[in-house]
């Protein structure tokens, strides 16, 4: 039997080892476009490859098919991810719930795939672009540009289109929709988000802990705290990378989307109020700037100041109650509207794809074209920023190979 893989990314490294373990006299090549297995790998969790998480949470997942995410991901938990890194001498440590490689470096996994490849006796045709899959009499044929492959099955392992540089080339897809599957649209998600007339600009390169929440056509949505990382555009950080998706989708169905951001999230408002009545009719302070810097970084409290019509150098004592109120109401609810993410070229996933519809989740193989196998992120299903993307990766993989 001659398996055929695209993509020697994640999913694609876990196919190859699942179906050699389960069948060593099998014959597996990969095809990967780049002249490294494990690009995008590589860049995981900031080059420390954040590659699983113990906490889940069936809303950590998202998708149209979501109960069929559900099934998939129930074939191979974060526990069975952990044995087989141990399994092929990558130790782990977690921080919280969150799995890295103990090395804290991204190139250790890849390292060990690639080791484990080569054991198995994987046949690696890397700077191998597939162009085009065709379905044959006796299976598919994968053209590269120097020569056509033919194989009994195939799969399908050629992640998103998110970050070209990092390998987001979104084959895939055009793959898929050249086979006639059903594809959910592409959108960006794990994003940053861009503000309208960004009011926080001048507070660009400064971080704060803040709490974000999203507000899609007036309705309040997800909301998550953390570290807000201020960009001249906008908005970034895990935080907004977790409402990303949602906002995405939401400027793609030509809704309003904007945030709301509380800038203290640990105090509720009439704390907040109490300390800046507190603080603000303090007589030791000289300036509103100076009784706000105790509270922010700097910026970002010139920033609450100016959107709240209140001059920094002012006087501190001679603040009027009207001018708190409006600078508490700035504190906890500052509303940015935003126009746009900062697309493919910057996005971590991308949400859509090839539908689960088209795949069955007990084996990860097409219902329309048996002996081919889909996996990872060129799949609709998409998860949040912790090591969750990666999960379903391994996950597929290791249910297409082992199926295969
Ligand atoms: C900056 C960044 C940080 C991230 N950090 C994390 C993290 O810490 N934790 C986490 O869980 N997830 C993280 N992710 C997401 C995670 O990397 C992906 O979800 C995962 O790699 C997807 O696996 P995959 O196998 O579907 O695709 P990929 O890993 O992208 O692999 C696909 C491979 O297919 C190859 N390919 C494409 N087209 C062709 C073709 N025509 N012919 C041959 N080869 C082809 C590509 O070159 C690529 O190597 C991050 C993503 C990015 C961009």
Not at 28 to 54: D, M, P, Q, S, Y
Not at 146 to 164: L, R, T
Not at 361 to 366: A, F, L, Y
Request: proline letters at 2%; a positive charge; glycine letters at 8%.
């Amino acid at each position: 039997m001659k398996i055929g893989i695209i993509g020697g990314g994640a999913s694609g490294m876990m196919a190859a080892i699942s179906a050699k373990r389960k069948n060593p006299q099998y014959e597996v090549h990969i095809f990967e476009r780049n002249e490294i297995l494990g690009r995008k790998i590589n860049a995981t969790g900031n080059g420390r490859c954040n590659f699983t998480n113990l906490c889940f949470d069936k809303n950590f997942y998202f998708g149209e098919e979501r109960d069929r995410i559900l099934s998939i991901l129930e074939a191979f938990s974060p526990n069975d991810t952990l044995d087989f890194f141990n399994d092929l001498g990558v130790l782990y440590h977690l921080k919280d719930t969150y799995a890295y490689p103990r090395s804290e470096q991204a190139a250790t996994v890849v390292d060990a795939f690639t080791q484990e490849l080569n054991h198995l006796g994987v046949v690696l045709h890397c700077n191998a672009a597939v162009t085009a899959v065709d379905r044959t009499k006796q299976g598919y044929c994968l053209r590269t540009e120097q020569q056509n492959f033919f194989f009994d099955k195939i799969i399908i392992a050629s992640g998103s289109k998110a970050n070209p540089k990092l390998s987001g080339y979104g084959d895939g897809y055009l793959f898929g929709k050249k086979l006639g599957l059903q594809i959910v649209p592409v959108l960006p998600a794990l994003v940053q988000l861009v503000v309208a007339n960004n009011p926080l600009k001048t507070a660009a390169k400064t971080r704060c802990y803040a709490r974000v929440t999203s507000v899609i056509d007036q309705q309040e949505g997800d909301s998550h705290k953390g570290e807000l990382q201020i960009t001249d555009y906008g908005i970034s950080g895990i935080l907004v990378f977790q409402i990303s998706r949602h906002i995405s989708k939401a400027l793609w169905e030509k809704k309003r989307a904007s945030v709301l951001l509380d800038f203290m999230p640990e105090y509720t408002k009439e704390e907040v109020l109490r300390l800046l009545t507190k603080y603000f009719y303090h007589s030791r302070t000289t300036s509103c700037e100076n009784v706000m810097a105790g509270f922010f970084h700097r910026k970002v409290g010139k920033v609450l100041l100016k959107q709240s019509g209140i001059d920094g150098n002012k006087k501190n004592t001679t603040i009027s109650k009207k001018d708190l109120e409006v600078l508490l109401k700035n504190i906890k609810e500052m509303k940015l509207t935003i126009t746009d993410t900062k697309g493919f070229d910057s996005a971590q996933i991308c949400q859509g794809g090839i539908s689960l519809k088209e795949i069955n989740p007990q084996t990860m193989e097409s219902y329309q074209y048996p002996g081919l196998y889909i996996t990872g992120e060129v799949l609709d299903a998409d998860g949040i920023c912790g090591g969750y993307n990666l999960q379903w990766a391994w996950a597929t993989g290791n249910l297409a190979g082992r199926n295969v």
